[in-house]
């Protein structure tokens, strides 16, 4: 324990969870954005869309050895830990780096930084706020104003927040907002697992924008969607139907 403690202490060692812990929220990301793509694969012979069905398979996840909603809420519970831990330790590295570095240091390395790197705080700050409002708003269904929200009814839930026309433009914004983020993220994991090389940086780089660039658009794609009128009206159906399916 006195190790890791020292170890958390150093900018090495903060750097590494701040790593990992973003790995971990990389990862949740492309598997939230692949489960997002269900929107688009319509609906079974009983006409449940597929994407109530994959939010009902996640509910149900490890059943029938643990209870409903047991594995989902432990999911969460860790990307929240994951999330606190990051942003913590991205806030005491940002603090300990500014009281090691001199002043003309720091301008200089302003200079050369990218916007993405230069603005990382204030999108994380903003992503922070987002992941609070998305949970309210498509998880608990507490703000109303962006939408009708009824449990289990994911599409009909996300047709009727992103046919409001305010409501996609603002997800469309902290898309854009969240991809900035992921660019500068991904390629701050490759340096601080000692992966970059000047023989490779430039490919490096490639990945982490086409990285960023593909998650980003995935999750676009939906209220781009909606908001266009594309998308089918969803059957009606009962819950109960959803529950045994």
Known sequence: MKRLKLLFA??????FVAAITGLIMFG????????HMKIFTGADSAGIPHIDSYGQFLKDFGAP????????????LFLLG???????????????????R?????????AMASPAALYMMVTGTAILAFIVLHILHFTTGSLPLLGEHE??????????????WWVSLAYIIM???IGFHLYHGVWSLFQTLGLDNPDRNMYLRAFAVLFAIGVSATFILVPLSFMSGQMPEAAEYSHELLSKH
């Open 102 to 110: 001199p002043v003309g240091y720091v301008k200089k390395k302003r």
């Open 10 to 15: 150093s900018s090495i060692g903060k750097k």
């Open 175 to 177: 898309m854009v907002v």
């Open 151 to 164: 449990h289990g009814y994911v599409y009909n839930n996300m047709m009727s927040s992103f046919s409001i």
């Open 65 to 76: 050895a643990l209870p409903p909603m047991l594995a989902l809420w432990g999911a969460r």
């Open 82 to 100: 994951a999330v606190v831990l990051h942003v913590v330790t991205v806030i005491l590295l940002s603090d300990q780096n500014k009281k090691a």
């Open 28 to 35: 949740f990301l492309v598997g939230h954005a692949a489960g």
